[in-house]
Nanobody
Framework: QLQLVESGGGLVQPGGSLRLSCTVS????????IGWFRQAPGEEREGVSC????????NYANSVKGRFTISRDNAKKTVYLQMNSLNPEDAAVYYC???????????????????WGQGTQVTVSS
């Protein structure tokens, strides 16, 4: 069974950077589109970014464009989310999630994802 484990969260000052990792087990990573989502207290879950199975297509929420970068290393079964210029509005629990699609060059943060990790906390504060 596919399992996803996030890591890399923590406390960072405004303007700082973090790199989140999502490591999968149970199946080969390249079977799956991977998305990153976040949820702050009292807020709805928000799609942040996704990456296609091929790694050639990525999408980002407008709120993170130009600051966050998603990438994947299928050999290491890991997807990364590099987050730069963090601000307090980025603070949330970040989740990675997986879904399948026949198209290797497609992803959307608006689709339904079927397998989820447990999340990693990101706190942005001085």
């Amino acid at each position: 069974q596919l399992q996803l484990v996030e890591s890399g969260g923590g406390l960072v000052q405004p303007g700082g950077s973090l790199r989140l990792s999502c490591t999968v087990s149970g199946f080969a990573l390249d079977y799956y589109i991977i998305g990153w989502f976040r949820q702050a207290p009292g807020e709805e879950r928000e799609g942040v970014s996704c990456i296609s199975k091929s790694g050639l297509v990525t999408n980002y929420a407008n709120s993170v464009k130009g600051r966050f970068t998603i990438s994947r290393d299928n050999a290491k079964k890991t997807v990364y989310l590099q987050m730069n210029s963090l601000n307090p509005e980025d603070a949330a629990v970040y989740y990675c999630a997986a879904r399948t699609n026949i198209n290797r060059d497609y992803c959307s943060i608006l689709d339904e994802y079927v397998r989820w990790g447990q999340g990693t906390q990101v706190t942005v504060s001085s």
